[in-house]
């Protein structure tokens, strides 16, 4: 079949169109996930900045408040604190974050992170004026962990090094009957300045629209490359047929 003096060879259409639009397909689908993506930083930061709520969530619906602050007032379980590897927000230095189970008012105990310390400052006794003793007043951004990615280690209980956020797992390890479903990054740091809180990320890793981009232009390689194709081949034709006729 001929279309506009362009006449498709059957095999190289069959092997070009369905990558073009496979890789068509996979641009569309990456804008969308931008859009998603776009979306879901925006309702986190739409939350954040709501006022702070007089208390903690009961009972707790994530798809409202996750990204919330919130003040609860209690005791600090400094002798079960855990460590989270992780690097500051602020800066990206290595270090970890201080995870301490926190004994409420009312009764119930919330997982509670502190904020970042650098590795040297990870022993208690190096940052003995953030160890507050007695009942304090907080207010901090309610999540809930997040899924650990593929390659995240497990969990060391006996490092105490906790790589992933399983709050359960934490309980059992602090020694805790039971804690809320969800925890707390605190919005401030601790008196002496260590831990510093506020290392809440709302934003994700958004790198959507260059994967977008790289999608689209593999399809239009792939039309240039078919497109360029044919004119070579029905070049070569021509130059066939002129020497054939030459011959004659």
Known sequence: MTVLG???ALWPTLIALPAVALTFG???WQVQRLAWKEGLIAERQARIARPVLDALPAPFDPEVHSFRRARFSGVFLH????????RSRRRGEIGVQVVTPFRLEGGGTILVNRGWVPGLRRNPE????GQVAGRVALVGVIRTPA???YFVPDNDPAANAWFRLDLQQMARHAGLTSVRPYYA??????PGGWPRGGQTRVTVRNAHLEYAITWFSL?????AVYILWHRRFRRANKNRAGRGAADT
């Open 126 to 129: 190096t940052r003995r004026d």
């Open 79 to 86: 002798r079960k604190e855990m460590y989270r590897p992780a």
């Open 185 to 190: 990054d605190l919005v401030a740091d601790a």
């Open 147 to 149: 899924p650990a990615g």
């Open 6 to 8: 362009f006449r498709p």
């Open 219 to 223: 399809s239009l390689i792939g039309i």
């Open 26 to 28: 996979l641009g569309v």
